[in-house]
Nanobody, 127 residues
């Protein structure tokens, strides 16, 4: 089992930045695909970014490319989502997820949803 706890959400004006953190505990060596998802009110949960840890390969949703960066700090068992140039449409509950895949392509697939989830952290961007 892997437990995930997010932090770092908050309220910010458009154009601002936030960095979300997700601390993992438990059997963390069992996962090799990390990701961030978000869900706005009345909308489906959508993938934001994924990171295949074995090759440090990343994938981003088109809506956040060039603005968001996913990363990890192995020593701290923590993954991050650096969010810059935030827009009001980025407002959502953000969730981190982790899981194990057999190859990079599955981590980058739009259908990947992970095996473990955090409880979410709210991000609100005002115009």
């Amino acid at each position: 089992q892997v437990q995930l706890v997010e932090s770092g959400g908050g309220s910010v004006q458009a154009g601002g930045s936030l960095r979300l953190s997700c601390v993992a505990s438990g059997y963390t060596s069992s996962v090799n695909c990390l990701g961030w998802f978000r869900q706005a009110p009345g909308k489906e949960r959508e993938g934001v970014a994924t990171l295949y840890t074995g090759l440090s390969m990343t994938k981003y949703a088109d809506s956040v490319k060039g603005r968001f960066t996913i990363s990890q700090d192995n020593a701290k068992n923590t993954m991050y989502l650096q969010m810059d140039s935030l827009k009001p449409e980025d407002t959502a509950m953000y969730y981190c997820a982790a899981g194990r895949v057999t190859w990079w392509g599955l981590c980058a697939d739009d259908s990947w949803r992970g095996n473990y989830w955090g409880q979410g952290t709210q991000v609100t961007v005002s115009s």
